[in-house]
């Protein structure tokens, strides 16, 4: 086979997990694209079909197995090529080689850069011939909507939660390059992204390897200078890396979104200490009041496990008190999932699935009354906010600094005789709720 005949082939990526691996993705894609294989969103259409997987929790893993073997069926069809990477490649390397023999290669998160090469070593092509063209400074295929994207800050993760496997899978903290990041960054706004969503496990920690200390304000402080960037959206605040300094840059730069996504994954002393965390109630509360302190009001989202081993009902009761308490405006939970090769899989008073199943159902509830309640204060602000989707009844989706895309509520209004457009921002006056979004008028 030529490189001609090998161009004339094309690719269907399908991105599993968070978005520090849709990062990946994109990379890969560029890749592929710039030697010249076009990507069809339809998988029917595909010649070789690529899964990114995800391998964080059980369901993750399932997932990814259900999609490979979805993919697999497709080798009957159009499907030549199947290649499986992502985390579940990473940790589960030699079970997926001999478990799939239909892959037909699995690549470690490493080997993501050497996909061009891979995919023509499967078609028979020279991999030492360097043919793939021109790189860009840009060097991604944006999967999310022009107007934001994902700017991975690090990899990698250093805190060693007793549950967690990212150590495992994608190794120690490593933070990107401070001129690195800002090169990808102008790339980006030069290509219409407005809003730029800082990404790592941990971005509280960025910079500490390199350069001795946590330097994430300075890195927000640089990439504020970028005019045409409207705004800067942190992800995965670790919460005793959340100074004061961090705070007051939040709350005073005009570009970052007034949102932190903090996960705190339990509240009970008993249970931090369990899982390997560097927290108490008592420091989440004090945290929590510098945050409501502020001068203006910042969103917080979090996450939560239930379940996790040796839970008792006066640990949960802790949890729900929190929750009531504190009212955030955003959680999700989970259930734990019990993970080999992490230090709680061994732990004793494992937690039967029925009890978690009956936990995470009630403290769902809980926390949506509580979002309820908290989404009323947001009724006759005006914010500015910015159209993702627009219905054929004129109906516009928007969304404003205080919610993050695809987890976060929306805002709903009508654009009758407006000339709305997807990805402009607009100011928004809010007038009322329907369920946990919120509805209001275009000014």
Known sequence: MTKEELTQKKFYLLNLGCDKNRVDGEKMAYLLQNYGIAQTENISEAQIVIVNTCAFIRSAKEE???????????????CEKLIVTGCLAQRYYDEVKKGFPEVDAVLRLKNNEQIVNVIKGLYGLDTTKNDC??????QRSLST???????????????????????KIRGRFQSVPVEQILKEAKALVKNGVRELILVAQDVTNYGHDLYGEPKLVELIKVLSKIRKLKWIRLHYCYPNLITDELL?????NKKVCKYLDIPMQHASDNILKNMNRRDTLEAY????????NQKHFIAVRSTFIVGFPGETKED??????????????????????????????????????????????????LQENIMLESQKMFVGTTTLSVAEKIYEDGTVALRNQYNSPGVDSLIFANAKGKRIKV???????????EGIDLVGKIL
């Open 145 to 167: 909507p022009s107007y934001y994207a994902y700017l991975k800050i690090a990899d990698g993760c250093n805190n060693c939660c007793s549950y967690c496997t990212i150590p």
């Open 423 to 433: 990805g402009e921002f607009y100011k928004v006056k809010i007038t009322g709720l």
């Open 133 to 138: 063209g021109k790189v860009s400074v840009l």
């Open 316 to 365: 949960f009761n802790i949890l729900k008190d929190f929750l009531e308490r504190q009212k955030m405006q955003y959680v999700g939970f989970f259930k734990y999932s019990r993970e080999e090769y992490t230090a709680a899989f061994d732990m004793p008073q494992q937690i039967k699935e029925k009890v978690k199943d009956d936990r995470l159902a009630e403290i769902q509830e």
């Open 64 to 78: 990814s197995i259900e999609y490979i073997c979805d993919a697999m069926a497709k080798k009957n069809e159009s």
């Open 285 to 292: 509360n004090t945290l929590l009041q510098k945050i409501h």
């Open 248 to 252: 007051e840059e939040i709350s005073s």
